[in-house]
């Protein structure tokens, strides 16, 4: 009979750690979070201290009873949940109800693998009560944000509207954006090229245009650039120099949490949510043939690109063997973390370096494996030496213009050897000589507009929160998620755009509540939780520096934000009474004066008639998990779709029933 029990959060570790440890060791899951604040009220006094209302989840009441029965005839108590903040407290919270009279302990492991479960459960350790107070703060601002300004929005914009501390600034990056994609206004400007042809060679050199007297050229106008090109027409073109040098390419870090999902996006096209639950996957355990689950990588959430002594090693034995010894630099390549980061942790890797993409291929589902061969790939990368090119330029002058060529070949591949995304410069520029004469073939102006910023995608909207230091790597995937399901941000193809709900929000937001929509207080606030991790702060002195001048603004917005009424000319259907447009989770939408008493409610129409035959609907521009799309104000009596208005383009059509869109 075992006797001890292991606690951990997700129930897909339970059997990769239970044939780990053996028959002495009972292993459950709590499945995440069992004591958390209530959903029903704001759950902190605010009076005393701060103190947070913890309370059993009430659907996992059960789960806590099936604990704490099997946790009576158990001496020991060990603690495994995830080794970050949040899993610090879960389990922290767990133990007030189950630990009395029990021996307990904290084991943490950055990967589920034999050596790891069992070398952290020979050295465990007392819970971090610091690293508790540090996300027990974090709950708290967050909850004290959300649900206090959360009703002020449902007041004085809509109902189920919803703001927050990290997510309101993340959508204030995306608004920002939109404005100013909104506002661009393009810039004409012309560039210049030449071909040019030395004598005795069949191909051409296409140069570009690099100075007038020295200077770089500012070509904005046809006519300008019409008087250039003729007098470039009269000039004599001589290589005037030479240059050659070495160019290094060094390889980038180990992933953490936001590369990880950066990377999957541009290079897979996984957003960062599904980034995250392969990770998860790949993280818990995979069975490998007849062998006892596995984990394959280390935890995926980390700002941390530090790598244990031990697997550098075991990774710098294999490079060695597998690549030679040219492909090994001196000494192991180190990578700098950023300053807030957790040093307790590592960088996401493969649990065990042996184990090639290839071998593990066939158990693993198709997206498994290529998050898997990501990050295997880029962990043996970054213990590799530079890739080495051998980059030549051309310069040609002609007059009083100066033109220049570039090309580069690769020398050394180095950590390339992996595998590269980008095509050389397949350019031969070593038949040119310096004094060689050219003759001028052609000169080619080309006329082009200034683009505006481009949308945030996943990958860049993650690298934006990470830099300007709003959230952490945690939060990243439910910051984006959120944006979406609120109807604040619209994902379209990857890319984000800013609804006209976000908009308003936003600006609301700004008004009334600016040092929690500043970027630059946000991240300070996440440094200063940091610092109560770190013993510097002290939880109750941050949360009450917080709560003051929030309060006043909160006040000064609840007095002053008013709620206006915009009637459009048309009758309730039902009572007759004049109709509004309201806001609302999906955007705007036509609504009753009368309401609640009367509760008539109707979409916003594009005034474009429904195609379908003996249809009098409009279409309305809605929303479901796969974009946007176009459908009937008469659902579900008429069940047209389609992706684009009539007109907008051949392939309108998607399907004559709404249904297909659930």
């Known amino acids: 009979m075992a006797k001890s029990l292991v606690i951990v959060e997700s129930p897909a570790k339970v059997k990769t750690i239970n044939k780990i440890l053996g028959d002495k060791f009972k292993v459950v899951s709590s499945m995440g979070h069992l004591i958390d604040l209530p959903k029903s009220d704001l759950g902190v006094n605010l009076e005393d201290k701060f103190t947070p209302k913890l309370i059993v989840v009430r659907s996992k009441q059960k789960i806590l009873t099936q604990l704490k029965k099997d946790a009576q005839s158990k001496k020991d108590i060990y603690i495994a949940t995830d080794p970050d903040r949040e899993g610090e407290a879960i389990g922290w919270n767990l133990l007030q109800h189950i630990g009395d009279g029990k021996n307990h302990y904290r084991v943490t492991f950055q990967e589920i693998t034999k050596e790891a479960v069992l070398k952290a459960f020979e050295h465990p350790r007392k819970f971090d009560l610091k690293k508790v107070n540090a996300q027990v703060a974090r709950r708290i601002l967050d909850r004290i944000v959300g649900y206090l300004i959360s009703p002020i929005l449902w007041k004085k914009v809509g109902s189920r509207l919803s703001a927050g501390r ?64 003729l007098d470039i027409q009269n000039q004599a073109f001589m290589v005037s120099n030479i240059i050659e040098r070495e160019v290094k390419r060094n390889p980038s870090p180990p992933f953490i949490t936001s590369t990880l999902q950066q990377e999957a996006f541009n290079k897979l096209g996984f957003n960062a949510n599904k980034t995250m639950l392969l990770a998860q996957q790949l ?66 890797r493969p649990s065990d370096i042996s184990r090639n993409p290839k071998d593990v291929q066939k158990y693993l589902d198709g997206d498994q494996f290529k998050l898997y061969e990501l990050i295997w790939k880029r962990f043996v990368g970054c213990q590799m030496v530079p890739a080495v090119y051998e980059n030549r330029k051309v310069e040609i002058t002609a007059g009083k213009y100066a033109f220049g060529v570039s090309g580069s070949h690769l020398v050394f591949d180095g950590f390339y050897v992996l595998g590269k995304d980008e095509k050389d410069d397949t350019v031969d520029l070593s038949p040119y000589k310096k004094n060689d004469p050219l003759e001028l073939v052609e000169v080619k102006p080309t006329q082009h507009f200034t683009k505006p910023p481009p949308r945030f995608s996943e990958a860049s909207l993650v690298k934006a929160l990470e830099e300007d230091g709003i959230g952490r790597p945690s939060t990243y995937a439910s910051i984006i998620h959120t944006l979406v399901l609120r109807n604040y941000a619209l994902r379209e193809r990857g890319y984000f755009s800013a609804t006209d709900l976000g908009i308003k929000i936003c600006d609301l937001l700004v008004e009334y509540f600016p040092k929690i929509m500043d970027i630059t207080f946000t991240a300070q606030m996440e440094e ?37 009424h915009e009637f459009v000319e048309k009758k309730c259907p039902e009572c007759g009474r004049p109709m509004v447009i309201k806001w609302g989770r999906r955007g705007q939408f036509i609504s009753c004066s009368g309401f609640p008493k009367c509760k008539y409610a109707e979409a916003i129409t594009t005034g474009v008639k429904c195609p379908q035959e003996g249809c009098a609907g409009e279409l309305v521009k809605r929303r479901s998990p796969r974009g946007s799309f176009y459908g009937c104000s008469k659902y579900p009596n008429c069940t047209y779709i389609a992706n684009k208005l009539p007109g907008e383009g051949d392939d309108e059509k998607v399907s004559t029933t709404a249904d297909d869109k659930k």
């Open 166 to 229: 990290v997510q309101s600034v993340a959508l204030r990056l995306i608004v920002d954006r939109e404005r100013a994609i909104r506002s661009f206004i393009p810039q004409e400007y012309w560039q210049m090229e030449v071909d040019l042809r030395k004598k005795g060679l069949k191909n051409v050199l296409t140069a570009g245009l690099e100075k007038i007297n020295d200077k770089k050229p500012e070509l904005k106008t046809k006519e300008e650039t019409d008087a250039i090109a």
């Open 283 to 348: 993280y818990e355990g995979i069975e490998l043939g007849d062998d006892e689950p596995v984990g394959l990588i280390t935890y995926m959430r980390t700002d941390s690109v530090n790598i244990a002594q031990e697997a550098l090693t075991k990774v710098r034995h294999f490079i060695s063997k597998a690549y030679g010894e040219k492909y090994l630099p001196e000494k192991p390549n180190v990578y700098k973390s950023k300053k807030s980061a957790q040093e307790a942790h590592e960088a996401i």
């Open 528 to 564: 200063s939780l940091d610092q109560i991790e770190e013993g510097e702060i002290d939880q109750e002195k941050l949360l009450r520096d917080f709560y003051g001048p929030f309060k006043i603004e909160l006040d000064y917005a609840m007095q002053n934000i008013t709620k206006t």
